[in-house]
């Protein structure tokens, strides 16, 4: 796509008859491109994009059942989703996920108001999880409001160069890429525990597969650029046609000097 921009400016360019230099030249090619790149990232305002911007953030609260004679300790375990919204005044989505004894025993979805504190979508959902998993749902609130609960969080963010993958077409680059750099910030925030990795993942897997929707919407890219590409290329040429004006009035400029000396 980058390519089919550039070329496209470069033929409007030849056919103005307008004399740039080589640096004038690349510096307006470079700017129309960037009016693409906008239009494009603002086109796609629905994904974060932009490198570092947050997609989702993953918080993880654990602990394991007291010690007690004759028992085995039970990890306990749960994990918040959070999927902020790109639309002002509206909350970001937060998924929840309640692990026991190697089991998801209970799993929401909260839409948070905005402003809202994640402590509220946190209460509402272990009093949800002890009215309805009984009296493992009464273990789970118990120790996860103990003192020894431990939290994690870290933000999955989007990677370097991301947008200029997706409009050059390197799709598969670019999932990759994400799918890559969001395993690796969770490895990262479990300190390579493998039991809590897994803890995590099954835990993205119930909630309706959230670690994997924001590569998934990228995948879907694919059938909606062909049509922003046509709109990315156009806003380049007009940009770039504007860029051109001040050359345009120089030219006009010299000729008629040109014909008041009577010089050619």
Same mark, same amino acid.
């Given at each position: 796509? *980058?390519?089919?921009?550039?070329?496209?400016?470069?033929?409007?360019?030849?056919?103005?008859?307008? %004399?740039?230099?080589?640096?004038?030249?690349?510096?307006?090619?470079?700017?129309?491109?960037?009016?693409?790149?906008?239009?494009?990232?603002?086109?796609? #305002?629905?994904?974060?994009?932009?490198?570092?911007?947050?997609?989702?953030?993953?918080?993880?609260?654990?602990? *394991?059942?007291?010690?007690?004679?004759? +028992?085995?300790?039970?990890?306990? $375990?749960?994990?918040?989703?959070?999927?902020?919204?790109?639309?002002?005044?509206?909350?970001?989505?937060?998924?929840?996920?309640?692990?026991?004894?190697?089991?998801?025993?209970?799993?929401?979805?909260?839409?948070?108001?905005?402003?809202?504190?994640?402590? *509220?979508?946190?209460?509402?959902?272990?009093? $949800?999880?002890?009215?309805?998993?009984?009296?493992?749902?009464?273990?789970?609130?118990?120790?996860?409001?103990?003192?020894?609960?431990?939290?994690?969080?870290?933000?999955?963010? $989007?990677?370097?160069?991301?947008?200029?993958?997706?409009?050059?077409?390197?799709?598969?680059?670019?999932?990759?890429?994400?799918?890559?750099?969001?395993?690796?910030?969770?490895?990262?925030?479990?300190?390579?525990?493998?039991?809590?990795?897994?803890?995590?993942?099954?835990?993205?897997?119930?909630?309706?597969?959230?670690?994997?929707?924001?590569?998934? *919407?990228? #995948?879907?890219?694919?059938?909606?650029?062909?049509?922003?590409?046509?709109?990315?290329?156009?806003?380049?040429?007009?940009? $770039?046609?504007?860029?051109?004006?001040?050359?345009?009035? %120089?030219?006009?400029?010299?000729?008629?000097?040109?014909?008041? +000396?009577?010089?050619?």
């Amino acid at each position: 796509m *980058k390519e089919d921009i550039e070329q496209a400016v470069l033929e409007m360019i030849k056919k103005s008859g307008v %004399e740039l230099g080589v640096g004038e030249l690349e510096s307006i090619i470079d700017a129309s491109f960037n009016t693409a790149s906008e239009h494009i990232s603002n086109a796609l #305002s629905c994904i974060p994009l932009k490198e570092g911007a947050t997609h989702t953030s993953v918080v993880v609260w654990y602990a *394991k059942t007291p010690e007690m004679p004759g +028992t085995v300790q039970k990890r306990v $375990a749960l994990v918040a989703f959070i999927v902020p919204s790109l639309e002002t005044g509206i909350g970001p989505v937060a998924r929840f996920g309640a692990r026991y004894d190697d089991k998801i025993i209970f799993s929401n979805c909260y839409q948070m108001e905005s402003r809202e504190t994640l402590e *509220k979508s946190v209460d509402v959902t272990l009093r $949800a999880v002890e009215s309805k998993c009984e009296t493992v749902g009464e273990a789970f609130v118990s120790v996860m409001t103990s003192p020894d609960v431990e939290k994690r969080h870290v933000d999955l963010v $989007a990677p370097p160069g991301l947008l200029e993958m997706i409009m050059s077409g390197d799709y598969n680059k670019a999932i990759a890429r994400v799918r890559e750099l969001d395993y690796g910030r969770i490895c990262d925030l479990c300190r390579s525990d493998l039991d809590l990795i897994n803890v995590i993942v099954e835990a993205g897997r119930v909630c309706d597969g959230v670690l994997a929707q924001y590569a998934s *919407k990228i #995948s879907r890219l694919a059938n909606e650029m062909p049509m922003l590409g046509q709109e990315a290329k156009s806003h380049a040429v007009h940009a $770039a046609n504007d860029l051109l004006t001040p050359y345009r009035y %120089e030219a006009a400029s010299d000729k008629m000097t040109g014909w008041a +000396t009577g010089k050619p």
